[in-house]
């Protein structure tokens, strides 16, 4: 029993160490000799960060996420304000050096989306006459959309039933009968509704 609470204590406690922390910044208008209009400060080291293209200026909250490793970004993200807030309000997230200096903008996340264990963002949310999924991957100089899954719940769309089709054919999807989709962006292919169990509203 107690080689299981030591077992159990130290997952806990390596989850703990590994997770990146987070600084909210302090927010200051204003040209400098980066040409930004808003500087960031560090308040936690006194180190500032510059930012080059945000309309947002200090309107809106900045947190600074550590980097856990050589191997990834600080980053910046900046949080819609209650006036930017909407269907397709975002979350613009900033490559931000370790030791001060401009940040440079690398993409957005929808405000809506939710963070994975694994880092990644999930966003589910309504569009036309579907439902889509769709992760977003940080990497080192960009945000990178993973186009993945719709539920098509009204009307009629061109639907491949095999990746290697040459041809799609048009399928009718309704609220009592939707048709889930592996979407890429470039073309939609037929799945089984389970893929699209998590969808449903």
């Not at 061109?158 to 009718?172: G, K, N, T």
Request: hydrophobic share 35%.
């Amino acid at each position: 029993m107690i080689r299981f609470v030591i077992v159990v204590l130290f997952m806990y406690c390596g989850t703990a160490w590994s997770a990146p922390l987070e600084h909210k910044l302090l927010c200051n208008d204003g040209d400098n000799e980066h040409g930004s209009s808003a500087g960031l400060i560090l308040a936690f080291e006194g180190v500032e960060i510059f930012l080059d293209n945000t309309d947002r200026g200090c309107r809106a909250e900045y947190v600074y996420r550590e980097a856990l490793d050589g191997a990834s970004n600080s980053l910046i993200f900046s949080y819609p304000t209650s006036d930017d807030m909407g269907l397709n309000a975002q979350i613009i997230i900033f490559a931000a050096p370790d030791s001060g200096g401009v940040a440079r903008y690398i993409g957005s996340i929808p405000a809506g989306a939710t963070e994975l264990e694994d880092g990644n963002y999930e966003d589910i949310q309504q569009s036309g006459n579907s439902i889509y999924k769709n992760i977003y991957r940080i990497e080192r100089r960009e945000v990178v959309v993973t186009y993945g899954k719709e539920l098509i719940i009204s009307g009629k769309q061109c639907v491949y039933r095999d990746r290697s089709d040459s041809a799609c054919q048009e399928m009718l999807g309704s609220f009592s009968s939707p048709v889930c989709v592996f979407n890429d962006g470039e073309r939609k292919v037929l799945a089984a509704m389970n893929e699209c169990a998590d969808m449903k509203q």
